[in-house]
Structures are given as C-alpha cells and as structure tokens.
C-alpha cells in the first residue's frame, strides 16, 4: 500500500510503498476513506532530533476515518464495511480515566508505550490503518466521512475545551476565539450552538476573518498588539469571561492573558510554543488558565451527533494522496481555508 510518511528529521514527508499491515488479535484494518492534515503534525516534524520522540518512519494522520476491512481475532461490536471514525488518543483502557472515556487523560499511555495513530502509532494517511482495539472507533453512521473526519481533532478538542469553560459562558458573556483556522473556525460554531455568549473572533488576515463572520462570529479583530485594548472596549473594559487560543504562540498567549476578565477562564490550546505567565498581580484576579489536550469518546459521540443536526460543519480542502505533501506546504503557508483533508482511497 502507500502511506505518506516523515521519514528524515528536518525533511519534507513523502508518499512511500509500504506493506499493508494486517491485524492482530484484537485489532482492525480500516479501508482509509479521509484523513486529516493537522498543525500537531507541523510541530512533529519541526522538533530538533534531540527532541523527537515519535519514531521513524511515521505515518502521518491522527484525524481518520475509513471502511472495516479486515478484523482480528476475537474482534466483536464491529462489521466489515461499517463506516467509522478514529478516536485518536489512545490509552491503557484499564484506569480510572479511561474507565469514563476519558483516553486523552491516561496517565499510563507513555510508560506503556501506547502512542495516537499519526503521533507514535502508524496514522490514517495511509490506504489502510490498524486500529488497536474496537473501542477507538465510533460509528459514522450516515455522516459523510470526508466532510467530517476532522471532527475527530479540530472538532472534538475544541468542543472539549469549550465544555469546561461553560460555567463561564452564561448569558450576556463573550468568548473569545484566538485563531480562526482548523479548530476556531469549529469552535466559533460550538460557542454559538452551546452558548449564550457573544463570539469575537481574532485572526491575522482579513480572509480568516471573514470566514469567521461567515460561521458565525459576532465581531471579528485582527490579532496584533493592539487586539486586548479593542477587546476590553467592546466588553466595557471588563474583558472575556472565556478566551481560546487555538494558535499557541507567545504573541497570542499575551494577547489570551491580557484580554480575560476577572474569574474569567483561558485555555491555551494550540502548541505554538508559547507560555503565559500566572502569579498574583501578573494576571486578573481568580482567572484559571488550562491547556487541554484532545477530548473523551463521549464527548467525540456529541460532536458527530451535533455535525448530524447540522450545527457544524467543516470547512474543507480535499487532496489525493500524491497531494498530500502539497496540502503540507499550504498549512506552513497559511493558505488552508479550514481543514485540509487528504483521499488515501480517492
């Protein structure tokens, strides 16, 4: 089979023949019908070969869905041909955090050497993928899997985010939206499906922007220094009850931490490398500062069934496979509208 893969520190990934893996006891092959390209992947392959930790070669795509194709043995609660999606943060399956879905907060995974497919594990852009056990995999139904794979990320951590700052977001409140790309884009919607808050909207071109107004932004304000001051003023100088910074970096950090209210929440999720810092007097009072990774499988279920009553939608670029290093180039460029969707299959 082919599979695009990183396979040199500091190189271009390539589209490579590979053997197509068969599965063992308890797993399953997927017939890839979409896979998602993602910024996580960006900063993997950026890391220094002292710093990286996820192997060579690695299949890229922790975003997939596909086809069953092939089961192993003992295999149960799943049929050839059903259509499903990955959850991808793969854990122990035996802790208490996994024992509530919560695979994403498993603190033995390291240790035990269970790594997300794409991030560790082989990944979705790929003909085929194993899945290391039934559990990581929810039902599509008659979703489309191409227009909703990326729920699987830039659906699903947001959602997950959003859902702890929801004590916040009460009516008459605002939330911000730092970053209108693969995540900010969904998470505008969420906020509007879920909540009473007004959604202001930050980005660094007037094109992220408008797409944020298009899918449902309040108000929408170029990121620069000058964002926490027009901030404060469209919130009477109180600042956000919430602020998501779906871009991660110092710039935006500072502009996260300079624009929450007092007792107001901010959660740092994108990971371009930057830190706030926290302390009496350095941010507002009783404000609460997370950095969130990923999501639940229950909370996964609730994005899908919000895509099938419509309340999201993802914007998409499709790509082939052969495409799929150019659909890379795009995201370092800034030049994906949304989400950028690779067709192993198509």
């Known amino acids: 089979m082919r599979a695009l893969q990183y396979v040199e520190i500091g190189s271009p990934p390539r589209v490579v023949e590979v053997e197509t893996p068969e599965p063992g006891p308890g797993e399953v092959r997927l017939k890839v019908s979409a896979a998602g390209v993602c910024h996580s992947d960006e900063f993997v392959m950026s890391l220094p070969a002292e710093a990286y930790t996820f192997g060579l070669p690695l299949t890229l795509g922790h975003e997939g869905a596909g086809t069953v194709d092939a089961l192993g043995e003992g295999v149960t609660n799943v049929a050839l041909g059903d259509s499903v999606a990955v959850?991808?943060?793969?854990?122990?399956?035996?802790?208490?955090?996994?024992?509530?879905?919560?695979?994403?907060?498993?603190?033995?995974?390291?240790?035990?050497?269970i790594a997300p497919p794409g991030l560790g594990a082989p990944g979705a852009i790929a003909e085929y993928m194993i899945v290391d056990d039934v559990r990581h995999l929810v039902p599509l139904g008659d979703l489309d899997p191409v227009r909703n794979v990326s729920l699987t990320d830039a659906g699903?951590?947001?959602?997950?985010?959003?859902?702890?700052?929801?004590?916040?977001?009460?009516?008459?409140?605002?939330?911000?939206?730092?970053?209108?790309?693969?995540?900010?884009?969904?998470?505008?919607?969420?906020?509007?499906?879920?909540?009473?808050a007004r959604v202001i909207a930050l980005d660094v071109n007037d094109e992220k922007l408008a797409l944020a107004k298009e899918v449902g932004a309040h108000e929408a304000v170029l990121s620069n220094d000058e964002a926490p001051e027009a901030i404060k003023r469209l919130t009477g100088g109180l600042g956000a009850e919430a602020v998501f910074d779906?871009?991660?970096?110092?710039?935006?950090?500072?502009?996260?931490?300079?624009?929450?209210?007092?007792?107001?929440?901010?959660?740092?999720?994108?990971?371009?490398?930057?830190?706030?810092?926290?302390g009496f007097g350095v941010t507002p009072y009783d404000a609460a500062f997370r950095a969130p990774y990923w999501g639940t499988r229950s909370e996964l279920i609730e994005v899908f069934e919000m895509a099938r009553r419509d309340q999201l939608h993802v914007e998409i670029e499709t790509y082939?496979?052969?495409?799929?290093?150019?659909?890379?180039?795009?995201?370092?460029?800034?030049?994906?509208?949304?989400?950028?969707?690779?067709?192993?299959?198509?």
């Open 156 to 196: 699903l951590t947001p959602y997950h985010a959003i859902r702890t700052a929801m004590p916040k977001l009460v009516g008459g409140s605002t939330a911000v939206v730092i970053g209108a790309g693969g995540l900010g884009h969904v998470a505008i919607q969420i906020l509007r499906a879920l909540t009473g």
């Open 87 to 113: 959850y991808g943060p793969w854990g122990c399956g035996r802790c208490h955090a996994c024992s509530r879905g919560a695979e994403n907060s498993c603190p033995y995974a390291v240790e035990l050497g």
């Open 320 to 346: 082939s496979l052969d495409e799929a290093p150019q659909a890379y180039e795009r995201l370092h460029a800034g030049e994906i509208r949304g989400r950028a969707v690779v067709l192993p299959n198509g």
């Open 246 to 278: 779906f871009v991660g970096a110092p710039a935006t950090g500072a502009i996260a931490a300079a624009s929450v209210a007092l007792e107001g929440d901010v959660q740092l999720v994108g990971i371009g490398g930057g830190a706030v810092p926290v």
